[in-house]
């Protein structure tokens, strides 16, 4: 369509420029409460009736807490070890093996039924809500509505709206018992809505799928979540490792894949001596660096990632499960001397990378498969072990090149 011709300042504005400029004047509160009420007419479109449009937005408020954890992008980063170290903790184990005899029957029958076992489920519940003692206070409705309003992520915050709408028009919670983190995240193993509608499971045969207050639709949520994520109920989620001397790091790539055969004829060896479990797919990670423990890690451990795309997540999950059903806890010593890079220091070594012809992708502060590979491809050049393990040493190294 050809453009119009600029108008005159002297001409009226055309009346949709008008009100746009008006709308942009008012205050953030009616602003809100247009976008929620034009929310209303897509809800209805969509199948919600009046009673559950009435029960879940007419009292639904704006959240700037959530826009701001939303935008958060903390500069300093913890270290992984003291991570993995807070959570699983001696006393965070000692309550995961508590839950896990008090609901038995509960996790027993997720894992029949499933095939996810009872301390991966404990561990999981153990992460997200420190076992039902903290899931979060805020209204799914206000956060979703909030985050949608706010604009940055509005089309994934409208689809996940419409999805708690759904849940409660389907009498599966009240709409005041729907509360959860600022992202929307709910119940006490977290889920959104949408995963809720996918995955949630009403295992005691109440007819609700109570992921607040069931505890066996907790656990099955959960397994089946897992389960339909691609657990391999034969196999472990993998094993801490030593390696032969002389190994490349670069071969720690997470697409790197092979039986867990394979790897011992390349002399990966346990820690005790005994055989390596049977994975097939195994990838080694080196979560700190080529001088912190290694590990083998499969198919179970790569499910965990569906659940929360992590390596840190991911890895303390299976650590704290681990402890949980009596093993041991990591066993080679991590590199503590070693700090972390802030958010400002990683986009100094992205645009160091770009700059010296490492292609690490557009920087953005955060370590991710290109910033990985682009600084294995630097290590190599510089003749050190490719591990893709930033460090501040490293960013020095790049910088004196530029």
């Not at 008012?26 to 209303?40: A, I, K, N, Y």
């Not at 059903?325 to 700090?339: E, I, N």
């Amino acid at each position: 369509m050809p453009q119009s011709a600029p108008q005159s300042a002297t001409e009226p504005e055309p009346p949709d420029t008008r009100e746009a400029a008006s709308a942009k004047t008012l205050p953030v509160d009616q602003r809100f409460q247009q976008w929620v009420d034009q929310f209303r007419v897509t809800a209805r479109s969509a199948g919600i009736d009046e009673d559950t449009l009435h029960a879940t937005l007419d009292n639904v408020h704006l959240r700037p807490r959530a826009v701001e954890q939303d935008r958060a992008q903390p500069e300093f980063t913890r270290p992984l070890w003291d991570y993995v170290e807070a959570i699983v903790s001696a006393q965070r184990v000692a309550n995961g093996q508590q839950k896990l005899a008090l609901y038995k029957a509960e996790a027993d029958a997720a894992t029949t039924r499933y095939g996810i076992p009872g301390p991966i489920l404990m561990a999981v519940w153990g992460l997200e809500s420190n076992y039902g003692s903290n899931y979060g206070d805020v209204s799914v409705f206000d956060a979703l509505a909030t985050l949608g309003f706010e604009g940055r992520r509005e089309s994934w915050a409208r689809s996940e709206l419409l999805a708690a709408l759904k849940i409660v028009q389907r009498h599966d919670i009240e709409s005041p018992r729907m509360v959860g983190s600022w992202a929307g995240a709910m119940g006490q193993t977290q889920f959104m809505p949408s995963s809720y509608l996918a995955y949630a499971v009403d295992a005691d045969g109440d007819g609700r799928r109570d992921i607040w207050g069931s505890m066996a639709d907790v656990l099955a949520s959960t397994a089946n979540f897992l389960a339909r994520a691609g657990w391999r109920a034969d196999e472990t989620w993998g094993i801490e490792v030593q390696l032969p001397a002389g190994f490349d790091p670069s071969r720690t790539e997470p697409a790197l894949r092979q039986a867990t055969a394979q790897w011992a004829e390349e002399g990966v060896r346990t820690l005790d001596g005994t055989p390596l479990p049977n994975v097939t797919d195994a990838a080694i990670l080196l979560p700190a660096g080529a001088r912190g423990p290694a590990f083998i890690v499969g198919r179970n451990y790569r499910t965990i990632l569906r659940y929360n795309n992590s390596m840190s997540y991911a890895l303390t999950v299976c650590l704290l499960a681990q402890r949980i059903s009596g093993g041991s806890a990591v066993q080679a010593p991590w590199p503590r001397d070693l700090r972390n890079l802030t958010r400002s220091e990683m986009l100094a070594l992205q645009t160091a990378l770009n700059q010296r012809g490492f292609d690490s992708g557009k920087p953005d502060g955060q370590m991710g498969p290109a910033t990985r590979s682009a600084l294995q491809q630097f290590q190599r050049s510089a003749g050190l072990p490719a591990d893709g393990y930033p460090t501040p040493a490293l960013l020095q190294l790049l910088q004196q090149g530029q």
